[in-house]
């Protein structure tokens, strides 16, 4: 088997081997892509052409190379990605909920106080750059999220927030962080590269803090709950908020500020949330963790 050549191979080599992975099946994502839309443009609208290419971007690149890379150098790949069912999962699962949407304000918070940062006066231009490109990607996004169909919605939601949820955590969760952990041997340190790498992968620097604390709170609950399925439900979860927030603001049944897409939660609101989903993190997934290594 191939994992029985790469079974020594080092973190660091892993590392590199899995960032050579992610590139080649970039690439071939994108040649896919442009097959899509070549064999699809006709026969569809935009929207549906371009929510196409999202779902084939995110199963080749992330998905594809976190399961070959796994399966390259891992005798039980599956097991090591944290795809199994555990023991107590439907419990944690609900609570893995709740926890996710006690975040929210804390992310709406951060969003808001992320996108007032400002780069310094030298820079300015190239900020304006950065801001335009933002603003032209939420534009676009706008245009899959604001349409008024329940089939649309549905679309919407497996594609940009089930496919998602999968893809990523199985390459960021599943892959990368126990990369690091192996590497710098403490997982506080591997949890919050790895949240920093996942935020900085979106290509944002006006809305990195919410997905830097997201992607550290998803680390938490990888590494204490021991499965993949609880960061798949919560990533899920938190996209299919903002995409369902999203649809009733834009047909006027939510008061919300569609063009900042925030709720404008107050800041006690974000650290009452905060401190209810650490409680709850601590209850159900640290505390038995630690009784387990006291036998």
């Known amino acids: 088997m191939l994992n029985n050549f790469f079974e020594d191979t080092k973190p660091r080599g892993q590392l590199l081997a899995l960032a050579l992975i992610f590139v080649l099946f970039f690439i071939l994502s994108v040649i896919l892509s442009a097959g899509t839309t070549l064999a699809f443009a006709l026969m569809s609208d935009g929207v549906d052409v371009h929510l196409s290419l999202i779902a084939v971007t995110q199963i080749v690149s992330f998905a594809g ?145 919410p997905r830097f604390v997201l992607g550290a709170a998803l680390g938490y609950l990888f590494y204490y709950g021991g499965s993949l399925w609880y960061n798949v439900t919560a990533h899920f979860l938190n996209n299919a908020a903002a995409i369902i927030l999203f649809y009733f603001a834009a047909n006027g049944k939510v008061d919300m500020d569609v063009a900042e897409n925030s709720l404008n939660a107050p800041w006690y609101l974000a650290f009452i949330g905060l401190a209810i989903a650490v409680a709850l993190l601590y209850v159900f997934f640290m505390k038995p963790k630690f009784s387990k290594k006291s036998f």
């Not at 199994?84 to 944690?92: A, E, K, Q, Y």
């Not at 192996?182 to 990195?208: C, D, P, Q």
Request: glycine share 6%; net charge negative.
């Open 65 to 209: 190379a976190a399961l070959f890379f796994a399966f390259l150098f891992y005798e039980k790949p599956l097991r090591h990605l944290g795809l199994p069912i555990v023991d107590g999962m439907f419990v944690r699962l609900i609570v893995t909920c709740v926890i996710i949407l006690c975040l929210l304000p804390m992310s709406d918070w951060l969003g808001r106080i992320n996108d007032a940062w400002h780069l310094p006066q030298g820079l300015a231009s190239f900020e304006e750059s950065l801001r335009l490109l933002g603003e032209k990607s939420q534009e676009q996004v706008a245009a899959f999220l604001s349409q008024d169909s329940i089939g649309a919605l549905m679309g919407n939601l497996i594609v940009m927030a089930l496919v998602p949820a999968f893809c990523e955590e199985l390459f960021f969760r599943g892959a990368l962080q126990q990369l690091f952990c192996r590497m710098t041997k403490n997982y506080h340190v591997a949890i919050w590269i790895t949240a920093a790498v996942f935020s900085l992968f979106h290509g944002e620097i006006f809305a990195f803090l």
